[in-house]
Structures are given as structure tokens and as C-alpha cells.
């Protein structure tokens, strides 16, 4: 996949974890690409490790495994953040 193709999963897919599990965080518009980009890798990591399968190519199932990523990550970010 491309590195178009991933930042505009990753735009998606960090607009839907957002709309999943909303809330006042900072960083508009690059940090929920920089989340969605960052939540496809870590999601593809996740699926590939539990036999889920992985982000390879841009489909319905690769967009759940981003969206999954990214909610992972905004969870631990919020997490992070609260603590400081």
C-alpha cells in the first residue's frame, strides 16, 4: 500500500476512533492522522500477532483493524495525558 493509501486510511480511521470515543483532546485535524496512521500500524501489528490478519490493503477489514489501532492508541494517549 502506498503512502497515500495509508495516510488517508489513517485520516479515517482516526476520524471514526474520534467519533467512537470522542472527547476534548488538542491537535485537531494532524493529530487524528497522525492517530489513524499510527493506529493502522499498530493495529495490523496487533492482528497480524493474534492471527487476525493485517493491513495490507485498503478493504473493510483493514479499516476495522486501523479503526481498532487507533482507538488502542487513544486510549493510552488519554491515559498518558491525564496523568501529567
Known amino acids: 500500500m502506498g503512502i497515500i493509501s495509508w495516510i488517508v486510511l489513517g ?3 482516526g476520524i ?3 467519533w467512537i470515543m470522542p472527547g ?3 491537535g485537531g485535524f494532524i493529530l487524528t492522522t497522525l ?11 496487533v492482528g497480524s ?3 487476525l490478519g493485517e493491513v495490507g490493503s485498503f478493504s473493510l477489514g483493514s479499516m476495522a483493524t486501523a479503526v481498532v489501532g487507533a482507538l ?3 486510549f493510552v494517549y488519554r491515559q ?3 496523568k501529567s
Open 80 to 82: 498518558i495525558k491525564s
Open 24 to 26: 476534548k483532546d488538542g
Open 72 to 74: 488502542i492508541l487513544l
Open 35 to 45: 492517530l489513524g496512521i499510527a493506529g493502522a500500524f499498530v493495529g495490523g501489528f
Open 16 to 18: 471514526i476512533a474520534k
Open 11 to 13: 485520516l479515517i480511521a
Open 49 to 51: 500477532f493474534l492471527g
